[in-house]
């Protein structure tokens, strides 16, 4: 089950545990907080809103993790070598600085 919240005039914050057998999807909603550390499922997409602060190092269970056009920034955790699982990650247009781990996980197709 995918669940697409976008374009819907959200406002607030993203309660963290949310789970869903595939797809959560938030864009172009004026959301605003963190990233949270938990999602439960396969793949999700916080795009084009203000969501602030740093890339989790919790979310090493997804395939997918679409964050661009965000407010993110820091680093990309050290701990995203380990997420074998991640097929796509996408923190274009954020202020998320330093260098890529050099043991990105061999699943990682795009970036």
Same mark, same amino acid.
């Given at each position: 089950?995918? !669940?697409?919240?976008?374009?819907?005039?959200?406002?607030?914050?993203?309660?963290?545990? +949310?789970?869903?057998?595939? !797809?959560?999807?938030?864009?172009?909603?004026?959301?605003?907080?963190?990233?949270?550390?938990?999602?439960?499922?396969?793949?999700?997409?916080?795009?084009?809103?203000?969501?602030?602060?740093?890339?989790?190092?919790? !979310?090493?269970?997804?395939?997918?993790?679409?964050?661009?056009?965000?407010?993110?920034?820091?680093?990309?955790?050290?701990?995203?070598?380990?997420?074998?699982? +991640?097929?796509?990650?996408?923190?274009?247009?954020?202020?998320?600085?330093?260098?890529?781990?050099?043991?990105?996980?061999?699943? +990682?197709?795009?970036?």
């Amino acid at each position: 089950m995918s !669940l697409n919240l976008s374009s819907n005039g959200l406002l607030g914050t993203i309660p963290s545990g +949310l789970s869903l057998d595939s !797809l959560l999807l938030f864009s172009n909603d004026g959301l605003s907080g963190t990233v949270p550390a938990a999602f439960v499922g396969s793949a999700v997409a916080i795009n084009h809103t203000a969501l602030s602060g740093t890339l989790p190092s919790q !979310l090493s269970n997804l395939t997918t993790i679409d964050l661009r056009f965000t407010r993110l920034s820091g680093t990309v955790p050290d701990s995203i070598g380990g997420w074998q699982q +991640l097929a796509w990650l996408g923190v274009g247009w954020t202020s998320l600085s330093g260098t890529l781990p050099s043991d990105l996980p061999s699943s +990682l197709s795009e970036m």
